[in-house]
T-cell receptor, first 111, second 115 residues
Framework: QKEVEQDPGPLSVPEGAIVSLNCTYS??????FMWYRQYSRKGPELLMY????GNKEDGRFTAQVDKSSKYISLFIRDSQPSDSATYLC???????????FGKGTKLTVNP | GAVVSQHPSWVICKSGTSVKIECRSL??????MFWYRQFPKQSLMLMAT?????????EQGVEKDKFLINHASLTLSTLTVTSAHPEDSSFYIC???????????FGSGTQLSVL
């Protein structure tokens, strides 16, 4: 079993839709859960991160972690065409900066 | 946010030549930098961890003699692909961790094409 599983999509939604992006992981030692956004042929850009279980909100973005089920989610409200990108989940252990990336989900928001 | 500069953004080279990629943290000191490789429609795969002033730590299956990493200062790490072959063609990305805090910042990536 891979350490991080993420449905690569592609996912296509109309502008204004609520988008749900998800990952599962197998390593219970993961404590930090990052979400990165990557545009084609660019480096990933950190969107937000959470520590341990719980929710974190930043504008239109909400990150959720459920450590009991090893499930990570990113919600995008009122999605915009500029949100079209590949979204990567990347958990890591405490005391380490080594990230384990999911495959990424390619999102297209249609105007 | 913090800025990580990576150069060049793309490079085309002949088989057998060596290519050097630079990664600089512009507004913070980075004791640790990471090098990743990403094939089309695949995730980022960690190649090696670069620590300032010491030898890099390579992931399993990554040839350290082929992918030379130098982290000579707190703001600069370089990756040299030696004797490049077409199968080395990929998107290479660096990231840097600030000395404090939990965030990793990424460079813009280098597309290497070996003919």
């Amino acid at each position: 079993q891979k350490e991080v599983e993420q449905d690569p999509g592609p996912l296509s939604v109309p502008e204004g839709a609520i988008v749900s992006l998800n990952c599962t992981y197998s390593n219970s030692a993961f404590q930090y859960f990052m979400w990165y956004r990557q545009y084609s042929r660019k480096g990933p850009e950190l969107l937000m991160y959470t520590y341990s279980s719980g929710n974190k909100e930043d504008g239109r973005f909400t990150a959720q972690v459920d450590k009991s089920s090893k499930y990570i989610s990113l919600f995008i409200r009122d999605s915009q065409p500029s949100d079209s990108a590949t979204y990567l989940c990347a958990p890591r252990r405490g005391g380490s900066e080594k990230l384990v990336f999911g495959k990424g989900t390619k999102l297209t928001v249609n105007p | 946010g913090a800025v990580v500069s990576q150069h060049p953004s793309w490079v085309i080279c002949k088989s057998g030549t060596s290519v050097k990629i630079e990664c600089r943290s512009l507004d913070f000191q980075a004791t640790t930098m990471f090098w990743y490789r990403q094939f089309p429609k695949q995730s980022l795969m960690l190649m090696a961890t670069s620590n300032e002033g010491s030898k890099a730590t390579y992931e399993q299956g990554v040839e350290k003699d082929k992918f030379l990493i130098n982290h000579a200062s707190l703001t600069l790490s370089t990756l040299t692909v030696t004797s490049a072959h077409p199968e080395d063609s990929s998107f290479y990305i660096c990231s840097a961790a600030a000395t404090t805090g939990e965030k990793l910042f990424f460079g813009s990536g280098t597309q290497l094409s070996v003919l």
